[in-house]
């Protein structure tokens, strides 16, 4: 078929939840994407920070092969090995005691946020306590993560939603204070926020943030769905920051992750200490039918594996830097386009003057995925694999593209 046939079809047959590219993509290999009529595309978007590995990696395909020909799905009714395995390497990797594999990342907010209520009500018996989040964050678009999403244009439409949710200001310690009351059971963030625009932690945010909820025995929950796994340097965001005491790793109680921790297949995870694990969720709180199946177990566990032998982290932390050097040299040099560049490791955000729109358009007939977030800021969350020589071509496709719209 071409692409107009298949993009006509999918039109008539799947719900227009989305705005698409008129793009069809095919295959993939390495750092490259390629539609159906075979143009190729660097790709900084992996799937929205998905693609860690990028594409076509062996170790990863063949360790799904072989799963996909043994077992793929046989319900939490019993135990699997790909699953204890992929538990213990995700509870290593986090610095976390307890997990519970879902669907998505979505599904991760869903059980942070009953596992705060079951934590709270463990304590005291009541039903009436609040979460904090944070204003211009994005959690998922279910009931729950909708409750918790800073940003009323998501939420409107499906009021009422659930209740006892107050909202505080992202790096305002003084903001997050003045909302906590005796029913405060939780404060949830993103350690980085993406879809709100590209913008890190300040440190001392998260120390006083951790400060406050051991002082209050409060649950400090970070949403590293998009910042996790690898994307600013270490394994989670938290874990690169660092504490009063000078250790790092400003460690949360519980967390949720997806995304890149499957490298594909939908998975995501809710982890959380020990304490917290022994102070709420029991069985019949909570359950999912294909939550950390045999496949998806197999996925998260050869991801966690080829980021160890294929150095993965170690090459975000020798990239990024040149990265963000060549980022910031396209905002100087093109400050009537370019307002600010902000992020960390492989989350990299333009917040731009012009449409961000257009430049991902442009960018796109010139070979280069891109994705935009917040209100006007080019995104870039490539796979995790990229080179500098790929950040050189990437960047030499934007210095083209701000030209044009300079000049033009």
């Not at 000078?246 to 949360?252: D, E, F, L, S, V």
């Not at 209100?375 to 210095?399: G, Q």
Request: glycine fraction near 10%; hydrophobic fraction near 40%.
């Amino acid at each position: 078929m071409t692409d107009n046939n298949i993009i006509t079809s999918a039109e008539e047959h799947l719900l227009h939840t989305y705005n698409r590219f008129q793009i069809v993509l095919e295959r993939g290999e390495g750092m490259y994407l390629y539609d159906v009529n075979g143009k190729e595309y660097l790709d900084l978007q992996a799937g929205i920070a998905v693609c860690a590995l990028g594409y076509g990696n062996k170790k990863y395909t063949e360790a799904l092969k072989s799963q996909i020909d043994k077992l793929m799905h046989t319900s939490n009714l019993y135990y699997s090995a790909p699953a204890m395995e992929a538990a213990e390497k995700l509870t290593k990797a986090a610095g976390m005691d307890r997990v519970f594999f879902t669907n998505s990342g979505t599904e991760a907010i869903e059980g942070l946020i009953k596992t705060a209520r079951k934590y709270a009500f463990t304590k005291d018996g009541t039903t009436d306590h609040e979460i904090i989040a944070m204003e211009h964050s994005f959690h998922g678009r279910s009931m729950g993560a909708l409750s918790v999403t800073g940003n009323a244009h998501y939420r409107e439409a499906f009021e009422p939603l659930i209740g006892n949710i107050k909202f505080a200001n992202y790096n305002d310690l003084e903001s997050v204070k003045a909302l906590v009351t005796d029913k405060t059971c939780a404060i949830l963030l993103e350690t980085v926020q993406g879809e709100g625009g590209i913008y890190p932690a300040d440190p001392e945010f998260l120390k006083g943030l951790r400060a406050l909820c051991d002082e209050k025995d409060i649950l400090l929950m970070f949403d590293e769905i998009q910042c996790g796994m690898g994307r600013t340097g270490d394994f989670f965001a938290w874990q690169g920051y660092e504490n009063a005491d000078g250790t790092m790793g400003i460690r949360p109680d519980c967390m949720a992750v997806a995304k890149a921790i499957g490298n594909g297949v939908p998975v995501g995870a809710f982890l959380m200490t020990e304490k917290v694990a022994q102070s709420s969720m029991v069985p019949g709180d909570h359950g999912s039918t294909y939550g950390g199946n045999p496949l998806v177990c197999a996925a998260v566990s050869a991801t966690i594996d080829i980021f160890s032998e294929d150095g993965i982290l170690e090459n975000v932390k020798s990239v990024a830097p040149y990265f963000e050097e060549k980022l910031q040299g396209l905002a100087d040099k093109y400050p009537e386009a370019i307002k600010e560049r902000r992020g960390r490791g492989f989350m990299q955000g333009l917040e731009l003057k012009v449409s961000v729109g257009d430049v991902v358009k442009k960018g796109q007939s010139k070979g280069l995925l891109t994705i935009s977030a917040g209100t006007n800021v080019l995104r870039m969350v490539p796979p995790l694999i990229m080179s500098r020589s790929d950040v050189d071509k990437a960047v030499a496709i934007l210095d083209e593209v701000f030209s044009e719209i300079s000049e033009g």
